[in-house]
């Protein structure tokens, strides 16, 4: 156990569909983020919420679209997928005014895209 | 941030200590050394960190070299629950910096 939950862990939708992860963190802290990871690359930064602002957009696609409502809640809202979107979404979290403190990750997301 | 390297496998034989190593030789004076292993269908889980001073808690031991250049964790008894892909990471400031894992190290840990 983490702290970090992910749902759904699997998820198969096809290119048209519109579906949300979801990420909630128990750790009382206040940062979260989105990473992507694909086979054999390595993982990549989407999204950084801070005190529940966006401070970074990695230059993500806009068929991703976050969401922060509160410092223990995230989300990734999809929409009009491609195969090459499928791999494991990482959701993270760290205490940001603690320089020192590690990210703190969920077991992911399997996304799926047919 | 400082870039690392590590062999890409290594073997160690079950109850035994796996001692896993890690080059940073660009290392800058405020950026800590820290692990994360990945098993396989679950997230990276974060091991241990540490500055310039050995590291010690309940899942590994982390040895820094006097001049910061590189460092080794230690698991002391390893066990099949710790067959994992380790990382190696240096980083000054995880609430501004991005978060970059390598290539890691393959542990299979065999009976």
């Known amino acids: 156990e983490t702290g970090v939950t992910q749902t759904p862990r699997h998820l198969v939708m096809g290119m048209t569909n519109k579906k949300s992860l979801k990420c909630e963190q128990h750790l009382g802290h206040n940062a979260m983020y989105w990473y992507k990871q694909s086979a054999k690359k390595p993982l990549e930064l989407m999204f950084v919420?801070?005190?529940?602002?966006?401070?970074e957009n990695n230059s993500v696609p806009s068929r991703f679209s976050p969401e922060c409502p509160n410092s223990s809640h995230l989300f990734l809202h999809l929409h009009t997928l491609q195969p090459e979107d499928s791999a494991l979404y990482l959701c993270a979290s760290s205490q940001v005014d603690s320089g020192e403190q590690p990210q703190h990750f969920g077991d992911g997301t399997r996304l799926s895209i047919l | 941030d400082a870039k690392t390297t590590q062999p890409p496998s290594m073997d160690c034989a079950e109850g035994r200590a796996a001692n896993l190593p890690c080059n940073h030789s660009?290392?800058?004076?405020?950026?800590?050394v820290y692990w994360y292993r990945q098993i396989h269908s679950q997230g990276p889980q974060y091991i241990i960190h540490g500055l310039k001073n050995n590291e010690t808690n309940e899942m590994a031991s982390l040895i820094i070299t006097e001049d910061r250049k590189s460092s080794t964790l230690i698991l002391p008894h390893a066990t099949l629950r710790d067959t994992a892909v380790y990382y190696c990471?240096?980083?000054?400031?995880?609430?501004?910096?991005?978060?970059?894992f390598g290539t890691g190290t393959r542990l299979t840990i065999i009976p």
């Open positions: 919420y801070s005190l529940e602002e966006r401070v």
């Open positions: 660009t290392i800058s004076g405020n950026e800590y």
């Open positions: 990471i240096v980083i000054s400031n995880f609430g501004n910096e991005k978060l970059t």
